[in-house]
């Protein structure tokens, strides 16, 4: 906290007809209290430091929230949100935007636990089943975002085109070397350019939501294979 200055003229005499001294104590709250005794004639400074901490406010509990509407979640639509914490101090910073979809009655839910790990020339994927398959789940199919053509680009641009790479009933598949390099590299999400995957469950009732998975990649390596690539396509035209 700030200090208190609090002065008072008083008279001292020692030996030599000037006296300095100081004195600290203990204040009663808890406080630090320090007295300085400049030679005389002199003002007695008493400097007042408060250790409080400052006024916590009282927690929003259940009774704050009484009276609100509530909402139930509707069927096969797709809800964003973010999070922020709460303490005795106020409110924090929000979390980014998450979004998730929800299931149509009697379809399954979207497969969860995604984990990708990289071999020298494959990816292997693998995922769970849904926590809510609403029934047997019959197959997965495992989508890819690849490259558009340049015709492709200007009758949906912005939109991202993928095509099947697995359909089957294991929760795990694997991806050849000719498939990710032909994979499109979104930045759109991001300043972090990844590699885009959906993967969907079938149950009788038909496909659910896709779960949407974004592989993280090295901008360095994808901009040394963009070179290469370049200089590759000049030294084919020149021949």
Known sequence: GQPLLFTRRQRRRGSSGQQQNSHQQRGKDGASIAALLPPSPAHLCLLLFSHQPPA????????????????????????????????????????PCSEFKTCQPGFPGAPSAVRISKASDSVQITWEAPSSPSGRILEYSMYLAVKKSRSACSERPGQMAF??????????????SSNLENAHIDSSASNRPAIVFRIAAKNEQGYGPAT????????????ESSSAEAEQDAADSSS
């Open 56 to 95: 916590c406010r009282r927690l929003p509990g259940p009774q704050d929230y009484q009276g609100r509407e509530r909402r139930e979640l509707l069927p096969g639509q797709t809800y964003r949100f973010r999070v922020a914490g709460i303490n005795c101090f106020g409110q924090g910073d929000f979390s």
């Open 163 to 176: 095509i099947r790479i697995y359909r089957g009933t294991k929760t795990s598949c694997s991806v050849n």
């Open 212 to 223: 949407q998975i974004r592989w993280i990649q090295d901008p360095i390596k994808l901009r």
